[in-house]
């Protein structure tokens, strides 16, 4: 079971709020599943959600993937220690159709653009399959501009 977790990739927002609706979140999803065929995937960022994701994925023993395009090798804000990185394209968003090519359940915590985008394309490619227990999306407060 791939989990794809998205959302804001900077710290200004709510993060005790992301944590705990994260947090509640995965643990109701995964309730007597073996973990070890669980995968959290997510931005490979140390920063914003994906970092909190991956967080609670190491508390929880969850392997962990970090997906993204190679300019995050590059980025300032670091790449978390994870199991495994993917990475795919050269720029952010290069990375989004393959990101959702590859998971089976689709969690958003806040987040921009590219978070919203990744949404729809999970949309499109579960059209058939009933979203509600595949799609997760929760909204927390933005600090920034």
Do not use: H
Not at 116 to 135: C, G, H, M, P, Y
Not at 138 to 145: A, D, F, P, R
């Amino acid at each position: 079971m791939k989990i794809g977790i998205v959302g804001f990739s900077s710290p200004q927002f709510d993060q005790e709020t992301a944590r705990v609706l994260l947090e509640k979140k995965l643990t109701k999803i995964i309730t007597d599943m073996d973990k070890s065929s669980i995968e959290i995937v997510s931005g490979y960022t140390n920063i914003g959600v994906p970092k909190i994701a991956y967080e609670i994925a190491d508390i929880m023993g969850l392997k962990t993937i970090g997906f993204s395009a190679k300019k995050a090798l590059s980025a300032n804000c670091g790449l978390y220690p994870v199991n495994k990185a993917i990475i795919y394209g050269k720029s952010y968003g290069d990375e989004s159709l393959a990101f959702v090519d590859y998971i089976d359940i689709l969690i958003r915590i806040g987040g921009g653009k590219q978070s919203r985008k990744e949404v729809q394309l999970f949309k499109e490619k579960n059209e058939a399959q009933d979203l509600s227990k595949l799609l997760f999306e929760e909204e927390v407060e933005w600090y920034g501009k």
